[in-house]
């Protein structure tokens, strides 16, 4: 059986910002999908800082409704951390899409609020599975863009009027990640732990050469460090 066929749990964060150093959770959702079954957990955080008109419009939640109604940050992020944390060490996939985004935000974050970081419980980041990384190797010419909403129609799968909630994403992530492994038996044969290691080095091949393409145009790119964080 492939993993895309196991039990899965899919994750996505909304936030203050794009800078993961300095952004603070909005908003995140888990869906553990089992047996064709999804359960939906989120959560709304007070981020404790004012979030900018710019992040309003992407995910809806104002200042004044997340300090109304949102529960305190620092509880909010241990919930998520346990539960991720738990799906980890059984070595079962995190499914994510651009992934380092939501787990770099979560150990800033974590560490902001004097919280243990995922990898200072767990010693690593593994196995993750991010659709972002797996279409852009798998399909590298692909044409148009990679954000989820337009990776989406390439498989087949339908963009939902209400993309960019949390929880929306999360099901659209989890759809996806399935959908590549049902177009590429390569990515569904391997095990969670090999699928990660592959990433790894799919993602470090990917961004060697977009940092090559823009050495060519005369830009410096941006150092990163090892997928996928």
């Known amino acids: 059986m492939s993993w895309s066929d196991g039990r899965l749990l899919g994750f996505d964060t909304e936030t203050t910002g794009v800078n993961t150093a300095q952004a603070r959770l909005v908003t995140a959702a888990i869906v553990v999908r089992d047996g064709g079954q999804d359960q939906t957990v989120t959560w709304l955080a007070d981020p404790q800082v004012e979030i900018p008109q710019a992040a309003q419009r992407v995910h809806g ?15 909010v992020l241990a919930e998520v951390a346990d539960m991720l944390v738990e799906q980890l060490h059984e070595g079962l996939p995190v499914v994510a899409f651009n992934a380092p985004f939501d787990l770099a935000l979560m150990e800033a974050e974590l560490a902001r609020h004097n919280l243990p970081t995922l990898r200072e419980r767990l010693g690593h980041l593994s196995p993750i599975v991010d659709p972002y990384v797996l279409d852009r190797y798998c399909w590298r010419y692909r044409k148009g863009k990679r954000t989820l909403s337009a ?30 492994a049902a177009r590429y038996p390569k990515v569904a044969q391997m095990d969670p732990g090999e699928l990660h290691a592959h990433q790894v080095q799919w993602a470090k091949e990917l961004e060697d050469s977009y940092a090559a393409f823009l050495r060519s145009r005369g830009r410096t790119p941006r150092p990163r460090g090892p997928w996928p964080i």
């Open 61 to 75: 939640i104002s200042t004044e409704y997340a300090r109304e109604n949102g529960s305190p940050a620092p509880q």
């Open 151 to 180: 990776t989406l129609p390439a498989y087949g799968l339908t963009v939902a009027q209400d993309m960019h909630t949390a929880e929306v994403d999360v099901r659209a992530t989890l759809d996806l990640a399935q959908a590549i």
